[in-house]
């Protein structure tokens, strides 16, 4: 079956603007994951969501971050206001660990270079 | 801060050795996890290790697991070039709970 999807794949933007990031998790999958990554370092927690529970937002690094997971499927994720320090690949995840299944299906993640 | 932390951050050794990444961690766990990233960008699964479980074995990889220690171990044998990569490991308090990922151990494989 298809497995998680991210778009866009690469995105360039200046400083200053918002922008909006997609995942597209497993069919069924009930957690969903957003992690950010810079060169060459390991992942940041960003933002967990599980079924219909309060997401996990601790990890968000501040408050121009915000997410979202409509109808328990697709997730948006949203910065606003764009800084240089925002350059990452942002990596999204999905699990069903309410059937056992706590291993995580990886998107290819969205590279956000911030000019 | 993450919660897992991997030793070595980077480690290079001929083709057919083995290959051997720690993982040390801070709380007590439900399950902990090891994934490769090849190229920064999806990460690919590789095994699961339980709390209740010491020794875990797929194809050619062995993860242990010490709880006392709040360490694992990751055991790759009969190395490959494709095996180059990075691998991370994961852990997760409990079994709803977030999972946070190590700062990763740098493979190179020498031919």
């Known amino acids: 079956g298809a497995g998680v999807s991210q778009s866009p794949s690469n995105k360039v933007t200046e400083k200053g603007k918002d922008v909006e990031l997609r995942c597209d998790p497993i069919?069924?999958?009930?957690?969903l994951y957003w992690y950010r990554q810079s060169l060459g370092q390991g992942l940041e927690f960003l933002i967990y969501?599980?079924?219909?529970?309060?997401?996990?937002k601790s990890g968000l690094p501040s408050d121009r971050f915000s997410a979202e997971r409509t109808g328990g499927s697709v997730s948006t994720l949203t910065i606003q206001r764009t800084q240089q320090e925002d350059s990452a690949v942002y990596l999204c995840?999905?699990?069903?660990?309410?059937?056992?299944?706590?291993?995580?299906?990886f998107g290819p993640g969205t590279r956000l270079t911030v000019t | 801060s993450q919660q897992g932390e991997e030793d070595p951050q980077a480690l290079s050794i001929q083709e057919g050795e083995n290959a051997t990444m720690n993982c040390s961690y801070k709380?007590?766990?439900?399950?902990l996890q090891w994934y490769r990233q090849n190229s920064g960008r999806g990460l690919v699964h590789l095994i699961l290790?339980?709390?209740?479980?010491r020794e875990k074995h797929s194809g050619r990889l062995r993860v242990t697991l010490d709880t006392s220690k709040k360490s694992s171990s990751l055991l790759i044998t009969a190395s490959r070039a494709a095996d180059t990569a990075s691998y991370f490991c994961?852990?997760?308090?409990?079994?709803?709970?977030?999972?946070?990922f190590g700062s990763g151990t740098r493979l190179s494989i020498r031919p």
């Open positions: 290790i339980r709390s209740n479980e």
């Open positions: 995840a999905s699990s069903l660990p309410r059937s056992g299944k706590y291993e995580q299906y």
């Open positions: 994961a852990t997760a308090y409990s079994s709803a709970s977030k999972i946070i």
């Open positions: 709380t007590s766990i439900n399950n």
């Open positions: 069919s069924g999958h009930t957690a």
């Open positions: 969501f599980q079924g219909n529970s309060a997401p996990d």
